[in-house]
């Protein structure tokens, strides 16, 4: 089965600093990989998506993602955090049919 | 969330009772979502829709059943609560993709549901 693994429960990066959220994926041939972000007590964000072309996805709010086929991975990345950055960061894969399947998040805490 | 309302957004209820949640988008959108979401477990996907009267199991379906007669009206039903039910539902819509891109879900703003 389809899954997609978030191997950080929590990623702390001080405000003004890069951060990296890790996401690795488990198909074969050509995923369709998303990234959400969730505030609190509020649904589900898009941030951006990877179908096909260019490894470096631009998203919303200054995020970016770089699809790295060799290791399986779709890492969610920002030059510079802001604490407003400070969230649960959900990675997903289409499975077909429109159907996601969801990493079991990670939140980012992005100290003043 | 615009265009997708949830109702409603908290209800506690007591094992054995029947509950039904409501999911309505403005946004025509074809397909609709019920996902449950869990601390350690992420979202997971209870079951969806790919137009009206079509539905499909997801992963977690089980004590679960799903009505659409409207294309903006999704129904989840649980048919007898259980304790672990208990958690936060969400639903989403998407719009159908090409063949070769799949587009992104946008969802409602979640309900809480508590079973005692």
């Known amino acids: 089965a389809q899954s997609v693994a978030q191997p950080e429960d929590q990623v702390n990066v001080a405000e003004g600093n890069p951060l990296t959220v890790k996401c690795t994926y488990s198909?074969?041939?050509?995923?369709?990989l998303f990234w959400y972000v969730q505030y609190p007590n509020r649904g589900l964000q898009f941030l951006l998506k990877y179908i096909t072309g260019d490894n470096l996805v631009k998203g919303s709010y200054g995020f970016e993602a770089e699809f790295n086929k060799s290791q399986t991975s779709f890492h969610l990345k920002k030059p510079s955090a802001l604490v407003s950055d400070s969230a649960l960061y959900f990675c997903?894969?289409?499975?077909?049919?429109?159907?996601?399947?969801f990493g079991t998040g990670t939140r980012l805490l992005v100290s003043p | 969330d615009a265009g997708i309302t949830q109702s409603p957004r908290h209800k506690v209820t007591e094992t054995g009772t029947p509950v039904t949640l409501r999911c309505h988008q403005t946004?025509?959108?074809?397909?609709m979502y019920w996902y449950r979401q869990d601390p350690g477990h992420g979202l997971r996907l209870i079951h969806y829709s790919y137009g009206v009267k079509d539905t499909d199991k997801g992963e977690v379906s089980d004590g679960y059943s799903v009505s659409r007669s409207k294309t903006e009206d999704f129904l989840l039903t649980l048919e007898s609560a259980t304790s672990s039910q208990t958690s936060v539902y969400f639903c989403?819509?998407?719009?159908?993709?090409?063949?070769?891109?799949?587009?992104?879900?946008?969802f409602g703003p979640g309900t809480r549901l508590t079973v005692l």
């Open positions: 989403a819509t998407a719009t159908r993709g090409t063949v070769d891109a799949y587009n992104e879900q946008f």
């Open positions: 946004e025509n959108h074809r397909y």
């Open positions: 997903a894969e289409n499975t077909g049919f429109q159907k996601l399947v």
């Open positions: 198909v074969s041939g050509n995923p369709y």
